[in-house]
């Protein structure tokens, strides 16, 4: 899903200090079984395996320029391993201060999925200080969103939802989701759009929602619900059709 190439564009990146580790998802078995398939991608994380002090965006480019960039990886698959637990030997959590993660659990449990039986995917493949790149230079924050898009384009090629939920908020991110798809698959197909509520769409051979962020409130808890409801219903239409 990610080789050394897609860091490329890292070079010369002089304010990679308090950026985090980079975000890269893999699937557990239970994706293997899990029907449907669902991918719910947040905006950014805040603070993604940094506690190593490892994971700088010069040693990203370091260890690409060494041919080394497979530690990097591993490194972020192994943080991604223990993300639905409180350690890497823990069990999985039950409770979460995370709206995002109450969301993602909500959502695995109407669908009758487990956590592990879903993919959480990032919009972005870094945060900036624990918050948005989106208030970064606009040189910096294109060469951070185009990598963070070719990462998401191999990954949602890799994985092969059926349904696509991105929980990431309206506000600058829209331009961004199409870009994704007009740059890496076919365009897209708009079904709906209710301004600053839901966006329903077609990409990528998957169905596809643009929702507010689950910490949203003002009446966007009923389009998180209703997403939950359109994929259970067309769900039961395709087991029974």
Not at 146 to 158: D, N, P
Not at 219 to 229: P, S
Request: aromatic content about 12%.
């Amino acid at each position: 899903m990610a080789s050394g190439c897609v860091f490329q564009g890292l070079e010369g990146f002089r304010t990679g200090t308090k950026y985090s580790g980079v975000f890269l998802p893999f699937h557990f078995k239970a994706y293997e079984k899990s029907s449907p398939k669902v991918m719910i991608i947040g905006r950014e994380t805040a603070g993604w395996n940094t506690n190593n002090n490892k994971n700088k965006l010069r040693r990203i480019i370091d260890k690409n320029n060494d041919g080394l960039i497979d530690e990097i990886i591993e490194e972020s698959f192994f943080r991604y391993s223990w993300h639905l637990k409180n350690s890497p030997d823990g069990t999985i959590k039950k409770r979460h201060s995370s709206k995002f993660q109450h969301y993602y659990n909500k959502v695995s449990k109407e669908l009758d999925l487990s956590p592990e039986g879903m993919i959480y995917a990032n919009l972005f493949a870094w945060d900036y200080n624990k918050k948005s790149p989106l208030e970064r230079p606009e040189e910096e924050l294109k060469i951070i969103t185009g990598i963070s898009l070719e990462l998401l384009a191999s990954q949602i090629r890799f994985f092969e939802p059926d349904y696509i939920i991105f929980a990431t908020g309206y506000r600058g991110i829209d331009p961004i989701i199409k870009e994704l798809f007009n740059r890496h698959f076919n365009g897209y197909e708009t079904i709906r759009v209710n301004p600053k509520k839901i966006w329903e769409f077609n990409a990528a051979n998957k169905k596809c929602f643009r929702i507010a962020h689950p910490r949203a409130q003002h009446g966007h808890a009923e389009f998180r619900k209703e997403v939950i409801e359109h994929i259970k219903g067309e769900s039961k239409t395709r087991e029974n059709a």
